[in-house]
């Protein structure tokens, strides 16, 4: 069956590291297939991987991937996270309306991320010298 709609990419731990290395921008939800909230959502997640073909749309099933939601403290799902150029640029428990992803997908496409670099240069040297 062929289609225009752009896959979204289905993360484990296997392929995660390897689906957002080297990659620019991507958003990714952590869902489970219980929660009445992430299936809510995930029409609006569909929806946005369509608008913006550009940019890698990815889901973690947390029931299926437990060391992955572990690693990343998924503590409330659906929680949605955008990657850019490997950092974590956006992180947020809870279902998000159709405008309101627009909105923060065009807030972090808009980050200096050199400026982001340097603040997670300044953070780790911080975080060194206190010891933590």
Known sequence: MATDTPAVV???KE???QS???CPFAVVDFWAPWCGPCRAFAPVFAGAARRH????????NTEEQHEL???FHIRS???????RDNFIVFA??????AGALEDVLAAAHTLDMDAVRREASAQECAA???GA
């Open 10 to 12: 289905e993360l484990t």
């Open 15 to 17: 392929n995660f590291a």
């Open 20 to 22: 957002l290395d080297g």
């Open 53 to 60: 073909p550009d940019l890698l749309f990815a889901k973690v």
């Open 69 to 71: 939601a572990a690693h």
């Open 77 to 83: 799902i659906p929680t949605l996270m955008i990657f």
């Open 92 to 97: 947020q428990p809870g279902a998000l309306s």
């Open 128 to 130: 060194t010298a206190t």
